[in-house]
């Protein structure tokens, strides 16, 4: 029972433009999300988050939205750069962290 | 400052051996959480112990167990593998209530032939 879902797994952007990648929720009562990036050979890393009070929370070229009547979230990158070529993973909590459900991630390719 | 430390890097098993993961959290972190991610999947909670008690645990089979120790280093022991608990297992610490999420490990890297 997947309780995160991220519907693309792949995404490819020219450097400089826009990434948006997207994360979908089933449980209305998760209080936190999370970004993380992921390279090869190394564990996730964390990005961003963003209470469930919000709607958008911004972090240098990174953005993440909160559209709770949807249970939808996305992650913004601007402008894209081909270091942010990485596997993003969302994740969802209740407000105790006691566990994190991740998405299955979408692999991001910025082309220089 | 050493982030979270997991050994081995990579493990080849047997099927219906016994294996021993062990991690080491961020210094002054308390609680450690282990997750298995298999290929083209995310990371899937298994453990989350905190001052060496469970507080969490997902919908894994008895063959996984694990503990904390004193030092707040952990181990995740997994009996009687099977091909499918060929994955990453990831091992993150925190603080309570952090809001930045975990600080993951890079993972020991399983194989079960």
């Known amino acids: 029972d997947q309780q995160v879902k991220q519907n693309s797994p792949s995404l490819s952007v020219q450097e400089g433009r826009i990434s948006i990648l997207n994360c979908d929720y089933t449980?209305?009562?998760?209080?936190?999300f999370l970004w993380y990036k992921k390279y090869p050979a190394e564990g996730p890393t964390f990005l961003i988050s963003?209470?469930?009070?919000?709607d958008k929370n911004e972090d240098g070229r990174f953005t993440v939205f909160l559209n709770k009547s949807a249970k939808h979230l996305s992650l913004h990158i601007v402008p894209s750069q081909p270091g942010d070529s990485a596997v993003y993973f969302c994740a969802a909590s209740y407000s105790n962290f006691n566990k994190f459900y991740f998405g299955s991630g979408t692999k991001l390719n910025v082309k220089p | 400052d050493a982030g979270v430390t997991q050994s081995p890097t990579h493990l080849i098993k047997t099927r219906g051996q016994h294996v021993t993961l062990r991690c080491s959290p961020i210094?002054?972190?308390?609680?450690v959480s282990w997750y298995q991610q298999v290929l083209g999947q995310g990371p899937q909670f298994i453990f989350q112990?905190?001052?060496?008690?469970?507080?969490g645990r997902g919908n894994f089979p008895d063959r996984f167990s694990a503990r904390q120790f004193p030092n707040y280093s952990s181990e995740l022991n997994v009996n009687a593998l099977l091909l499918g608990d060929s994955a990453l297992y990831l091992c993150?610490?925190?603080?309570?209530?952090?809001?930045?999420?975990?600080?993951f490990g890079s993972g020991t890297r399983l194989t079960v032939v």
């Open positions: 963003i209470s469930s009070i919000k």
């Open positions: 993150a610490s925190s603080s309570p209530g952090q809001g930045q999420g975990y600080t």
């Open positions: 210094s002054g972190h308390k609680s």
């Open positions: 449980n209305s009562m998760f209080d936190y």
């Open positions: 112990y905190y001052e060496k008690e469970e507080r």
